[in-house]
């Protein structure tokens, strides 16, 4: 089985891109599997910005990888499609500002992907595990290969090398190749999070006009009720939740503000 472990998607999210560099330069010893290392944006990780011209993880439709297109990102998803040809399984590392702790986000319901989930949630305390099937804005690089894994760790800020979260990643990262080498698996069920909608901002004029409530910062996976606050406005305006309850996600992801996401909306599922 091959199995590629990716950093760099995005290139402000230090702390996949070198666990692929520890990775690379201390490779763990296996014997059924053989690893592969990619740094998949050079050109992003070297300015540390997330993307030159367009968010690489929303670039592997079909459609974007026939077309010619003048976009770095463009071309670049099709050469990681080339290189993941023949590829088993991907974990691909990336970190978030929100409070997620270690996200092991499934896009697809792939049986080996949710094993692999399973296990390493039932092992650490700070892992969870997380469903997002997919973004209206375009494919994830997961579309390329029959199973993966995306990794979301965090709170880190962009273009930080955050100590403890790095070295509790390798931990688990370490583990996951373990598991994927000895082909372990297991018949538990485990719970999981489902993202089934998202929330954005308050805005006047389509400009962003408010914040996160402070009462729901860094309140990731808790619960979010009808009636609850979670956003203030510049003119101290309190809003509140009036959807279904729900497990908010994501909250106050730098990079979500483009997408004009000021958190996702996931419901507790057992897989
Ligand atoms: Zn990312």
Known sequence: MRVTISGGVHGNELTGIYLVRKLRHDTPLTHNINLDFLLANPKAIEACRRYIDKDLNRSFSTHALERDSHLYEEERAKVIANRLRGCDFLIDMHSTTANMGITLVLSTQDKRS??????LASEYEDVRILQWFGSE?????????????T?????????????????????VLRRA????????????????YRIEGYEDFPRKNGKLWGMIHPELKGRDYGQLHPGDPIFLTLDEEEIFYHGD???PVFINEAAYYEKKIAFCKAKPVEI
């Open 177 to 192: 190749i373990e598991v994927l080498d000895k082909d372990e698996w297991t018949s538990d069920p485990h719970l999981a």
């Open 245 to 247: 309850p729900c497990v």
């Open 114 to 119: 949710e094993n692999l989930a399973k296990i």
């Open 151 to 171: 990794i979301e760790v965090g709170p880190v800020c962009q273009g930080v090398l955050e100590p403890e979260i790095f070295w509790r990643t390798y931990k």
């Open 137 to 149: 804005e375009g494919d994830f690089i997961n579309t390329l290969v029959p199973s993966s894994v």
